[in-house]
């Protein structure tokens, strides 16, 4: 097992574009989340799926963000519509039961938007 | 609502001495605190956490920290450090489905 991984590690786009990340979590683990971590801040929760089912976001998930995971395996995340502000780090992270056990993070998305 | 804060942003030390980074949290629930450490081009890895027993926690690389529960405090501590602890650390507690994380200190260690 390699971990968690995640695609691409980074991406510049232009304002307005969207962009679709990919999370692979460690294959047995039920629990994923992702997490969004700007310059000088630790990481922010954004959403979380137990199997296939999301079952919490955050209000920073604004209305231009979706999650997907389907067959509780990868999981995307979109971001419609992008701003200056989108600009961050997305951490993918998962766990074999609830966060309390031990949470395994990928490298990260560095997401840049011009 | 829980929160955590790490008093400080940035600890420089010299290599073989002692380290203490501090974390004071906020939370109206029974506690669970982490340490995770990010290395640069890192994901971040869980050093050490706690759940319950003994307030006293080690954790993987050298690495302790104690529960108070009267300071809501969970520093983190080495007796001596080393180059390659050079790092950003960060302070977690459990939200019940995420962690809330602290905006992290920059360990820097030289020689």
């Known amino acids: 097992d390699t971990g968690v991984s995640q695609n691409p590690r980074h991406k510049i786009t232009k304002r307005g574009q969207n962009v679709t990340f990919r999370c692979d979590p460690i294959s047995e683990h039920n629990r994923l989340y992702w997490y969004r971590q700007t310059l000088g801040q630790g990481p922010e929760f954004l959403t979380y799926?137990?199997?296939?089912?999301?079952?919490?976001k955050s209000r920073l998930l604004s209305d231009r963000f979706s999650a997907e995971r389907p067959k509780g395996s990868f999981s995307t995340l979109e971001i419609q519509r992008t701003e200056q502000g989108d600009s961050a780090m997305y951490l993918c992270a998962s766990s074999l039961e609830d966060i309390n056990t031990e949470a395994f993070f990928g490298q990260g998305t560095r997401l840049t938007v011009v | 609502a829980q929160s955590v804060t790490q008093l400080d942003s940035q600890v420089p030390v010299f290599e073989e001495a002692p380290v203490e980074l501090r974390c004071n949290y906020s939370s109206s629930v029974s506690v669970y605190l982490f340490w995770y450490v990010q290395y640069p081009n890192q994901g971040l890895q869980l050093l050490l956490k706690y759940l319950s027993g003994s307030t006293l926690v080690k954790g993987i690389n050298g690495f302790e920290a104690e529960f108070n529960k009267s300071q809501t405090s969970f520093h983190l501590r080495k007796p001596s450090v080393h180059i390659s602890d050079t790092a950003e650390y960060f302070c977690a507690v459990s939200a019940g489905t995420a962690l809330i994380f602290g905006k992290g200190t920059t360990l820097s260690v030289s020689s």
């Open positions: 799926f137990q199997n296939e089912a999301q079952l919490e």
